[in-house]
């Protein structure tokens, strides 16, 4: 079972920056594709950015040339900085293992960030 712990969220002003952190418990954390994304209130939830066990990444347009993604393996935590932030951003962010092998998904409780203009 992999159990995911996340801290960083908070409240900031526009042009600030935050930094996600996701520990995760379990053994898959080094073959595992990480993520994070965010849900808006009243809207569904969407892929921020993924970073890849060979260390390739992805982002989402509207996050491009702002956030950051990065793993540590070796204290298994997976790392979201996010600069220049916009109230847009305003989201809850979650973190989320995928087990390639398995298929199996697993998810943070979530951190609320909130962008204030």
């Known amino acids: 079972q992999v159990q995911l712990v996340e801290s960083g969220g908070g409240l900031v002003q526009a042009g600030g920056s935050l930094r996600l952190s996701c520990a995760a418990s379990?053994?898959?954390?080094?073959?595992?594709?990480m993520g994070w994304y965010r849900q808006a209130q009243g809207k569904q939830r969407d892929l921020v950015a993924y970073?890849?066990?060979?260390?390739?990444?992805n982002y989402t347009d509207s996050v491009k040339g702002r956030f950051t993604i990065s793993r540590d393996i070796a204290k298994n935590t997976v790392y979201l900085q996010m600069n220049n932030l916009k109230p847009e951003d305003t989201a809850v962010y979650y973190c989320?293992?995928?087990?390639?092998?398995?298929?199996?998904?697993?998810w943070g409780q979530g951190t609320q960030v909130t962008v204030s203009s």
């Open positions: 989320n293992v995928h087990n390639p092998f398995s298929g199996n998904d697993y």
């Open positions: 379990g053994s898959i954390f080094s073959v595992a594709v």
């Open positions: 970073i890849r066990s060979g260390g390739r990444t």
